[in-house]
């Protein structure tokens, strides 16, 4: 049975990273038992033979000592391994500065991952502030919005105020994604052969995290009308592409925007605005395509397009600086 001081180690195991592992047992209130190839040390200087057991020099003794194929360590190479072993108080003193310096180093890193969660809320906000209006100033000159959308068509509806919605900045009009967006069925394009190798030539592609989820060299049906905006129409996950393509399953739209729409400002208002709901549910068609999208005038999509490359680039920049 365990006690509170003992080293439990690590002794066998199918990886060879994970031999080794350690741990000082603390706060047991029960009696303890541990499992198959583990190995207990006890000794009153257990915190100065963890140090140890954690160094690249025990690694090392391993791998110099391990002379079979399986990742082990036998009770004989512990109770062989030959330790510097300094007086006792010193053995405290650099235990205690090690602890020392870890805390540091813990405490780095959950800066690190703090700042990380608010470089991911930044993104987020810069795209509120553009669909909003308040990323860039307004240009009076600029050819109104409400004008720009009856001239690329003129069947869409004009809302110039919604009180479900923000107040817009003067020229923006409000318009349903399915005025400015086309969209095509999938079929075409979808891949028949899932036997995928990175050696191929064409990706195929997923709307969600897993994104290209491998590679084919079949060679019809490949898409390249780019860019365009691909759409999970059940989870409502999307992502502008402008490489040559196909696709894994119907489950996906393939959305073009009309000429004089910037598609990468259509692709930063998709990219904030989910429908969350039932999974087996299309959205594009039913839902996704009525919502509203606030829209400027063409040159300030340029603009907020811009300004958001730039601030991107330097979070990004941040956030590299971290890894």
Known sequence: MLNNGDLLICARNGSRRLVGKNVIIDGLIRPTSFGAFMAVCRSHYNRWIKILLDTSYFNLYLDESNSTTINQITQKMLLDFSMPFPPEREQKRIANYIQELFDVIDSVNQSKDDLKVAITYAKSKILELAMQGKLVPQDASDEPAADMLKRINPKA???????????LPDNWVYAAL???????????????????????????LTAGKSFILGYTNETNGIYGKLPVIIFDDFTTDSRIIDFPFKVKSSAMKILSVKEGINIEYVAAFMSITRLIGDTHKRYWISEYSKLLIPLPPIAEQTRIIEAIRIFTSNLDSIQRNLN
């Open 157 to 167: 509806k004009i809302i110039t105020d919604n009180p479900h919605y923000p107040q």
């Open 178 to 204: 399915e005025d400015i967006v086309d969209y095509e069925q999938p079929q075409p394009y979808i891949v028949t052969d899932t036997a995928y190798s990175d050696y191929y030539a064409t990706p195929v």
